[in-house]
């Protein structure tokens, strides 16, 4: 799983990302290159193509026929699908919940951009006791921004 948030804890507003930081985008392709993403509908009409590179992944009922995206029925069908390799958890709120049970990481951004939470969209609820935090980093691409790996600890389990 893989997401930015800001200080009040947003990732998304109006069904869009509410910043743009080009070293955070860099460091996201460079991540999950590759790999195979999955996101729900909003979030891949707001990103509007494939991402390049990737085995995509949307979660919705709704029809969608677009070339370069699988179109799946929930987590679990995207997890089975994309086979062994590395999946990343892209987004939006929908899929980090239900993605929570399956993830080893989660890697957040953090940004300092202040977001108003009329319309906004809220980062998961990590919970400590599941998912070890690492060190707080700075962001390698984008000093202004620091970054935390967070790590499932050994033999847990969602409560």
């Keep these: 799983m893989i997401y930015a948030v800001s200080p009040e ?7 869009k990302i509410p910043w743009h930081h080009a070293g955070d985008l860099r460091r996201f392709r460079r ?3 590759g790999t195979a993403v999955v996101m729900g509908r909003t979030t891949f009409e707001s990103i509007g193509k494939p991402l390049s590179g990737r085995q995509n992944f949307v979660v919705t009922t709704r029809p969608l026929d677009r070339e370069g995206v699988a179109r799946v029925a929930s987590v ?24 929570m049970a399956h993830v ?20 998961p609820e990590i919970d400590l ?7 707080l980093l700075v962001h390698e691409d984008e000093p202004s921004l620091s970054r935390r790996v967070y790590t499932r600890r050994a033999h847990t389990a969602l409560p």
């Design 9 to 15: 804890g947003v990732i998304g507003l109006d069904g």
């Design 31 to 33: 991540v999950t290159m």
């Design 76 to 99: 679990e069908e995207a997890l089975a699908r994309a086979g062994k390799g590395d999946v990343w958890f892209v987004g939006g709120a929908r899929v980090y919940a239900d993605a």
């Design 104 to 123: 080893d990481a989660i890697d957040v951004t953090y940004v300092p951009d202040r977001v108003s939470t009329a319309g906004a969209v809220f980062a």
């Design 129 to 135: 006791r599941v998912f070890e935090p690492g060190p």
